[in-house]
């Protein structure tokens, strides 16, 4: 095997260490666990891929390997690096087939297939659907309204609020009263009332065979609570990988112990500095604590080069994290040299920050370097506001991530309502919605309807037996042809798909004005349907992992080739451009003033500042604004607030930055004053007209 090892020669020591955990002279044994910490761009994928392609060239069945990513698109590239590495060492005959990796996909997705496979022993219908958020945060709704916590004297929470209520309680495994306590304070008063709607919520979902995203995990945890089901799901799996690990909460990490309660085949990466997502109850305590949680310890290899940035810029990130008490050691260090150190700008306000951006973006690109190979980054998505008015009025074309999926765009929640309602005809949430599309058909015909169908034994039947609403008409009769139709399973998947399509769109004309951008969304839905064996294949993964929808881009991009990148810090994780620059890297914002409560939220603000400043290959640009305008005052006001730099960089580490002042003084400053000021240029105009 030595001389087919060579595909690891392209990985350094460190890399190569992981990937060869557990395998001596060209054998596969149930290795000790392994933590994989992985700084930012120090070639984690890479190292995984090779990992796992190294363990099936040495003898480990892919069948009998469990990789949980956090996307599908990730377990997706994961699965086919895998494939090319396998098949150029052992060719075609001996190489890795599509579907040998069979056990890739994020935690979700392997929760429910795995509930499906194992119903019948913990009393669930193998046929149940998945509910996304909003049809969670509606059935939360509707119980609410029925106990009449709907018409309290006092301010109740929302739906969301409950919902995030419930959800922070489950997959943190926290008892309400701390969650009231830690994060809803407001809502600390209504403790009594929120346990009866979550147990009825519970209640109502278990009548209509329904699961929500948090009960994917919940009822995994719950089954492997039995040891011999526990001991049988993870005899399935020799090798269990997981990816992003600083970003799992205690129920994913609570399964994964279960599963391989010694670390035997165990194997967990990622980087506690990128920990970012505790408003998703994802905890930094899981990869911190996960080497102690084994005796003996599991092993610990650290990934410490990056192949992305620039040296001043990762010497300035180290910096910032170091500062974080407590964190695996690591100093990331590259080959790549440069003189240039990021720079803080200091700007008078947030007009002058985007000026400063919109000029020294169309700077760049006149020097070569594409609007795409730069980014914008900013703590909250209206940060952008006046930077998105200032690139509107250079005409420079740009797209911005952190908005809606397309499980959030109405007129796709409408077409998925109406397959999930043929998939189970007693999802309440998904009938309610379909049926209120019809003209004449109010709350009150979709409760009767709904009502009759809960009623029959064969729901569909049950909804042939209810009278059309007097306004419906024709309108009711097509809906009932077309679940009918669909349910007979004549045409085959995606042939329901299309007849769902066809059957929907003249509501969607009559209901939404853009119809061009969303019939574009349903086209690609169809596109993307296709892709699936079944419609419950679809519908499960689409409600697990929704791409993003058309209507989500800013701008018209698909009309030029180029367009610049606007993000969230969040949704910029795992991403990388030339140029960055950070808005308002100011207490107030980076810190946000909504996150400064705990200890806890001030170091994943100081995470989150880290993450948006390695995403920059060769500059970065961190903006200061010196004041800001408050919200709510007259278009002419002038009420401002002044901002001071971030406390993540105190005067001790200014020495790794370059510290400038944007406009500069003098002529040139004039010059860009003047430009500003000037609407029409009529002198210029006068010259023109004799040349």
Same mark, same amino acid.
């Given at each position: 095997?030595?001389?087919?090892?060579?595909?690891?020669?392209?990985?350094?020591?460190?890399?190569?260490r992981?990937?060869?955990?557990?395998?001596?002279?060209?054998?596969?044994?149930?290795?000790?666990?392994?933590?994989?910490?992985?700084?930012?761009?120090?070639?984690?994928?890479?190292?995984?891929?090779?990992?796992?392609?190294?363990?099936?060239?040495n003898?480990?069945?892919?069948?009998?390997?469990?990789?949980?990513?956090?996307?599908?698109?990730?377990?997706?590239?994961?699965?086919?690096?895998?494939?090319?590495?396998?098949?150029?060492?052992?060719?075609?005959?001996?190489?890795?087939?599509?579907?040998? /990796?069979?056990?890739?996909?994020?935690?979700?997705?392997?929760g429910?297939?795995?509930?499906?496979?194992?119903?019948?022993?913990?009393?669930?219908?193998?046929?149940?659907?998945?509910?996304?958020?909003? @049809?969670s945060?509606?059935?939360m709704?509707?119980?609410?309204?029925? *106990?009449?916590?709907?018409?309290?004297?006092?301010?109740?929470?929302?739906?969301?609020?409950? *919902?995030?209520?419930?959800?922070?309680?489950?997959?943190?495994?926290?008892?309400?009263?701390?969650?009231?306590?830690?994060?809803?304070?407001?809502?600390?008063?209504?403790?009594?009332?929120?346990?009866?709607?979550?147990?009825?919520?519970?209640?109502?979902? &278990?009548?209509?065979?329904? /699961?929500?995203?948090?009960?994917?995990?919940?009822?995994?945890?719950?089954?492997?609570?039995?040891p011999?089901?526990?001991?049988?799901?993870?005899?399935?799996?020799?090798?269990?990988?997981?990816?992003?690990?600083?970003?799992?909460?205690?129920?994913?990490?609570?399964?994964?112990?279960?599963?391989?309660?010694?670390?035997?085949g165990l194997?967990?990466?990622?980087?506690?500095? &990128?920990?970012?997502?505790?408003?998703?109850?994802?905890?930094?305590?899981?990869?911190?604590?996960?080497?102690?949680?084994?005796?003996?310890?599991?092993?610990?290899?650290?990934?410490?080069?990056?192949?992305?940035?620039?040296?001043?810029?990762?010497?300035?990130?180290?910096?910032?994290?170091?500062?974080?008490?407590?964190?695996?050691?690591?100093?990331? +260090?590259?080959?790549?040299?440069?003189?240039?150190?990021?720079q803080?700008?200091?700007?008078?306000?947030?007009m002058?920050?985007?000026?400063?951006?919109?000029?020294?973006?169309?700077?760049?690109?006149?020097?070569?370097?594409?609007?795409?190979?730069?980014?914008?980054?900013?703590?909250?998505?209206?940060?952008?506001?006046?930077?998105?008015?200032?690139?509107?009025?250079?005409?420079?074309?740009?797209?911005k991530? #952190?908005?809606?999926?397309?499980? @959030?765009?109405?007129?796709?929640?409408?077409?998925?309502a109406?397959?999930?309602?043929?998939?189970?005809?007693?999802?309440?949430?998904?009938?309610?919605?379909?049926?209120?599309?019809?003209?004449?058909?109010?709350?009150?015909?979709?409760?009767?309807?709904?009502?009759?169908?809960?009623?029959?034994?064969?729901?569909?039947?049950?909804?042939?037996?209810?009278?059309?609403?007097?306004?419906?008409?024709?309108? +009711?009769?097509?809906?009932?042809?077309?679940?009918?139709?669909?349910?007979?399973?004549?045409?085959?998947?995606?042939?329901?798909?299309?007849?769902?399509?066809?059957?929907?769109?003249?509501? *969607?004309?009559?209901?939404?004005?853009?119809?061009?951008?969303?019939?574009?969304? /349903?086209?690609q839905?169809?596109?993307i349907?296709?892709?699936?064996?079944?419609?419950?294949?679809?519908?499960?993964?689409?409600?697990?992992?929704?791409? @993003?929808?058309?209507?989500d881009?800013?701008?018209?991009?698909?009309?030029?080739? @180029?367009?610049?990148? /606007?993000?969230?810090?969040?949704?910029?994780?795992?991403?990388? +451009?030339?140029?960055?620059?950070i808005?308002?890297?100011?207490?107030?914002?980076?810190?946000?003033?909504?996150?400064? #409560?705990?200890?806890?939220?001030?170091e994943?603000?100081?995470?989150?500042?880290?993450?948006?400043?390695?995403?920059?290959?060769?500059?970065?640009?961190?903006?200061?604004?010196?004041?800001?305008?408050t919200?709510?005052q007259?278009?002419?006001g002038?009420?401002?607030?002044?901002?001071s730099?971030?406390?993540?960089?105190?005067?001790?580490?200014?020495?790794?930055?370059?510290?400038?002042?944007?406009?500069?003084?003098?002529?040139?400053?004039?010059?860009?004053?003047?430009?500003?000021?000037?609407?029409?240029?009529?002198?210029?105009?006068?010259?023109?007209?004799?040349?």
């Amino acid at each position: 095997m030595a001389a087919t090892a060579a595909y690891l020669d392209a990985l350094n020591s460190e890399q190569r260490r992981a990937a060869e955990h557990g395998v001596w002279n060209g054998r596969c044994s149930s290795p000790s666990p392994l933590l994989i910490i992985a700084g930012a761009g120090s070639g984690k994928t890479n190292t995984l891929a090779h990992r796992v392609a190294h363990l099936i060239v040495n003898g480990a069945d892919p069948r009998r390997i469990l990789l949980m990513t956090f996307s599908r698109r990730a377990a997706s590239e994961m699965t086919r690096r895998v494939e090319r590495i396998c098949n150029r060492v052992l060719g075609d005959k001996g190489g890795l087939s599509a579907d040998a /990796l069979m056990w890739a996909g994020t935690f979700h997705g392997i929760g429910a297939r795995i509930l499906r496979d194992y119903a019948e022993q913990m009393g669930l219908d193998p046929a149940f659907t998945i509910h996304d958020r909003e @049809d969670s945060a509606d059935q939360m709704n509707l119980v609410r309204h029925e *106990l009449g916590f709907s018409k309290t004297k006092s301010r109740f929470p929302t739906k969301g609020t409950c *919902l995030a209520v419930y959800s922070r309680s489950v997959n943190a495994e926290l008892p309400l009263e701390e969650v009231l306590r830690r994060f809803f304070p407001w809502c600390a008063g209504w403790h009594d009332e929120l346990r009866r709607i979550f147990a009825g919520y519970v209640e109502a979902k &278990q009548a209509q065979n329904v /699961l929500d995203y948090d009960d994917l995990l919940l009822y995994w945890s719950q089954l492997v609570t039995d040891p011999l089901l526990a001991e049988d799901i993870g005899g399935r799996f020799d090798h269990v990988m997981v990816d992003e690990y600083q970003d799992t909460n205690r129920l994913q990490s609570s399964i994964l112990l279960a599963l391989k309660p010694g670390g035997r085949g165990l194997t967990v990466v990622g980087d506690d500095a &990128q920990s970012i997502y505790s408003f998703r109850a994802a905890t930094v305590r899981n990869i911190l604590e996960f080497p102690a949680q084994f005796s003996p310890p599991a092993e610990v290899v650290t990934l410490e080069q990056n192949y992305r940035s620039t040296q001043p810029i990762l010497s300035a990130a180290n910096a910032v994290i170091e500062l974080t008490p407590e964190r695996f050691t690591k100093n990331l +260090w590259t080959e790549r040299t440069s003189v240039d150190r990021p720079q803080l700008v200091t700007v008078k306000d947030e007009m002058d920050q985007a000026r400063f951006i919109a000029h020294r973006v169309l700077e760049n690109r006149e020097e070569g370097m594409s609007l795409k190979q730069q980014a914008i980054l900013f703590r909250a998505s209206h940060h952008s506001g006046p930077l998105e008015v200032e690139l509107t009025r250079r005409n420079i074309p740009f797209v911005k991530f #952190g908005g809606l999926k397309f499980l @959030d765009a109405a007129h796709v929640k409408d077409l998925l309502a109406a397959l999930r309602l043929v998939q189970n005809p007693r999802d309440r949430v998904a009938g309610f919605r379909v049926m209120q599309l019809l003209p004449g058909v109010g709350p009150a015909s979709a409760q009767r309807a709904l009502d009759a169908m809960a009623a029959h034994p064969n729901p569909l039947e049950g909804l042939s037996t209810v009278s059309a609403p007097a306004r419906a008409g024709d309108d +009711w009769t097509s809906f009932v042809a077309m679940l009918r139709a669909v349910s007979a399973n004549d045409a085959g998947w995606p042939g329901e798909f299309e007849l769902v399509r066809h059957w929907y769109e003249p509501h *969607l004309e009559r209901i939404h004005e853009d119809v061009g951008t969303r019939l574009a969304d /349903l086209v690609q839905l169809e596109q993307i349907a296709s892709g699936y064996p079944s419609r419950e294949r679809f519908l499960t993964e689409l409600t697990l992992d929704p791409p @993003d929808a058309t209507s989500d881009q800013a701008g018209v991009p698909t009309l030029d080739e @180029d367009y610049l990148i /606007l993000s969230t810090l969040h949704s910029a994780k795992g991403q990388e +451009w030339k140029s960055v620059f950070i808005l308002n890297v100011v207490d107030g914002c980076i810190p946000s003033d909504l996150g400064v #409560g705990h200890v806890d939220e001030i170091e994943e603000e100081r995470r989150l500042l880290y993450v948006g400043m390695t995403r920059a290959k060769d500059n970065l640009h961190l903006m200061i604004p010196q004041r800001f305008f408050t919200h709510g005052q007259a278009a002419q006001g002038d009420r401002h607030v002044y901002a001071s730099r971030t406390r993540f960089i105190p005067k001790s580490l200014l020495h790794h930055f370059e510290h400038t002042t944007w406009p500069v003084a003098g002529a040139e400053a004039q010059a860009q004053a003047a430009a500003r000021n000037v609407r029409i240029d009529v002198g210029a105009r006068m010259r023109s007209m004799w040349r």
